[in-house]
């Protein structure tokens, strides 16, 4: 399994941008799907997760209520749809393939990961 992530860029504070991360060599149709972030020197966090079928979600605390991941199933892609942007958000963001089918939070719940795609917000 490949993970493409894209979507990543500069905005300003309160801006939007939009993540997507497309699944393929491999099938990800019953894999829980997630969403981590590192910014440097920091450790690798959890962000958002979504289980197989796209109706169980789960966020961070830090970016409840701005972020929100969902998934297209026939095209194996998942999105992060992040609003109302703030500099802390700046890191790069990774998209993962879960060992289960649910929305796993941990790292080691996942398999497999896609590249970082580098999300800056700054004035």
């Known amino acids: 399994v490949q993970l493409q992530a894209s979507g990543g860029g500069l905005v300003q504070p309160g801006g939007s941008l939009r993540l997507s991360c497309a699944a393929s060599n491999g099938i990800v149709s019953n894999n829980g799907m997630g969403w981590f972030r590192q910014s440097p020197g920091k450790e690798r966090e959890f962000v958002a997760a979504?289980?197989?079928?796209?109706?169980?979600?789960v966020y961070a605390d830090s970016v409840k209520g701005r972020f929100t991941i969902s998934r297209d199933w026939p095209k194996a892609t998942v999105y992060l749809q992040m609003d109302s942007l703030k500099s802390e958000d700046t890191a790069a963001y990774y998209c993962a393939a879960a060992r289960l089918s649910g929305p796993t939070t941990t790292m080691r719940g996942y398999a497999y990961w896609g590249q970082g795609t580098q999300v800056t917000v700054s004035s």
């Open positions: 979504i289980d197989w079928k796209g109706g169980n979600k």
